[in-house]
């Protein structure tokens, strides 16, 4: 057994105990009240979705009806009805079509309809300004949701998954390996590791997996190619009925496609120092939808030291299928293959001592190899009111790692084969129905089903698997909601989520290992229920407030339910959940400056942290992270923008209210750009985050990076060069504290030490883009 202990403010140490789970034994599957309500709301959800017509036909809705259209075909939302583009399926009840090429929303207001105007969304787009969202009543502007372009004017093309994650305001992405491994999430004072409290979707795919051996919830974003993704949703919180499992922080949703301005060829060469090639290239029917495309890339990436190499191949393609009245239907599917070395963490003693350098590594021959595939069919109405799409995913993971050196295991060293294999299939569904003028219903769904494989052992077979098991799971979520809209000002929604899950789980170990359980199986099943409401109200153009709160959760890992040899409290453990506030101000006092300020509080009942040393996520005692949060984007000269933003948050236990291990306190970045449509571009960007505390009286940070690009931008072609960490600042990327030998000659020493991931040094990196097909 495992525990964390932090320093607290008289110099002592206080220990996070782990608390025992609330269900010491599998729960098994009952056809209870909650089964039987979650079934039935599923049930409706589907013939409401598949229905020919309904009362959302008898009653057309009040925008869609006058809606307008783009060049393109798309519709555009009715400006007198206050209509807008929503997040299709992200929130209970849309207002209009899905489609990018609609005019955008600014403070909850439509913009002016411009249909000669790029996507604020778009892989290459103009303007860096994040875009609010508006899900259930005409009027409503979250706090939840906001759109942020994937590459915004004066900014460095994004060349890198982390640099596409980033772009979610607060969002800090960490690895301690390389880009072929799933990297580690820090965002709003939760350290949600490889995803454990961070949902993230490609379309409606979940990128979030249920149960890995390396993590839970562990994120591949291989196939995020930047080049192939047009917009990106951000969801602070839980307060959107749709946000599904691991939603604690958030949800990130990242729709593949093109923008108009945008489409036709586009070739892309990449070449840097360290060294680093990469070459996509995409094509785009000049004259097609938005999700026509189809996306190509190749990498090879030495990594700036030892064991930090990368190859990948990675491709994504979409295609409207058919556009009706009644609605589009569109396929999308997307896949990476992956192989690449990891070099570990290094103790920050052995770096004093010189035995080591910064860039080094102790286990040279540790790597791994990703693939990922998934496709998705989605049928969308054309006012939004009724989305219907199916998904399926394969993966398969295998890692070789050592952390620890030879502390566990002294005579065979600690090296670890994870391997993870899954195929899942799911779908969902969405149904919107006007009661009267103001108030509308909504009814949602989704179903996921999933064959896991999972395995983690010593891979010169010396000792008996740690853990080896094969799994079936089904995962269930409903929710149901209503929208009001009392005056013209004011808007309301509130509505409620269940989410459900069943497995079966075989232990896989030999019964030779005499381990309790081995070779047995086992079944759980449990429930959750999350209540959500939102408020605006939007008394002036210029300004609105709004306020959310709500309650997300985290489904158990299917290893959960297998005995533990270590801990014989283990197994059976059900969801983790936490409620989520958000209050938030935003003003617009000039068109061409947009800024808001907002707080947030999150209460997590049972909280799960990692640790190294047994590789498993230890439940503590509740926890408390209350931030605020500021953001500014301002344009000037036309061609010119500045873009900041700042979240300071104290992230503690609710007991004792000692500071979480690995929480930064502060997080701010600042970007300056100049880009016009032909000629000089260039800009800058600079990066912070706080001291990361990781208990024992260690700590890493705090980083301050500064990046800057300068590049010529002519009608066809476009070259870049851009140089991150100009300072060539020594910094740490990811870190921990936990006890290691990586001498097996040196004497065992149980205290846990400080260990660090080194972040990149100077790189540059030179980009040539020919777009042929540009339009004048």
Known sequence: MSSFSAPS???????????????????RLRWGPITR?????????????????TLAEARPAPGPANAAS????????????????PVAGSAPIPRATDSEDAPAAENGRLAPSDPTAPEAGAATGTSSRPTATRSLAPRLLSPAVQRVPIAPAGQPAPTRRDDVLERAPGLVVGQHGTEGKGPSFLWRGFDAEHGSSLEVRWGIVPLNESS???GHGYIDPGVLIPESLRTLDVYEGSADLAQGPFALAGTLRFRPGVAR?????LLRAEGGFPWRGRGVSRWAPVDGAPEDLVVAEVLADSGFGASRRLTRVAGVGGLRLARGSRGDVTASAAGHASFFDLPGQVPVAALERGDIARDGTFSPGDGGRSLLGLAQVERLSRDGRRELGVWVRARHLMLRQNYTGFFAH????DTLRQEHDSVAVGGRALRVVPL??????????????EWLSLDERDPAGARPPDRSARALQAQAGTWAGLAWTPVVPLALEAGARVDGVATTVTDRRPAAAAVEGAGESSSGATAALSPRVRAALTPLDAASLSASWGYGVRPPEVLGLLPDPDDPTAGGAGYTSGWSGTLQLDVRPHRAVHASVGGFLHLVDHELLFDHVSRRSIETSDTRRLGAQVHLHAAFLGHGEVTADAHLVSARTQGDGERLPGVPRQVARIGLGWAPPEGLRAGARGRFTGERAWGFGTAVGPVALLDVRAGWQARTIAIELQMDNVLDSAWASDGGAFPSRHDPEAPIDPVPRLHISAGAPRTTLLVLTWTPEAQP
């Open 261 to 265: 301005d945008d489409r036709g060829l």
């Open 212 to 214: 890995n051996p390396h």
């Open 37 to 53: 309500w979650a079934c039935a709301l599923l049930a409706t959800t589907s013939i409401l979705a598949l229905a020919p017509a």
């Open 70 to 85: 783009a060049p393109d075909g798309s519709p555009l939302a009715d400006q007198r009805s206050g209509g807008d583009p």
């Open 436 to 449: 009267t003028d103001g108030l509308e219903f909504a009814l949602g769904g989704e179903l996921q089903g």
């Open 410 to 413: 002294p005579d065979t060293g």
């Open 9 to 27: 403010t008289t110099g002592q140490r206080v220990r996070l105990p782990r608390v025992p789970t609330r269900s010491a034994a599998p729960l």
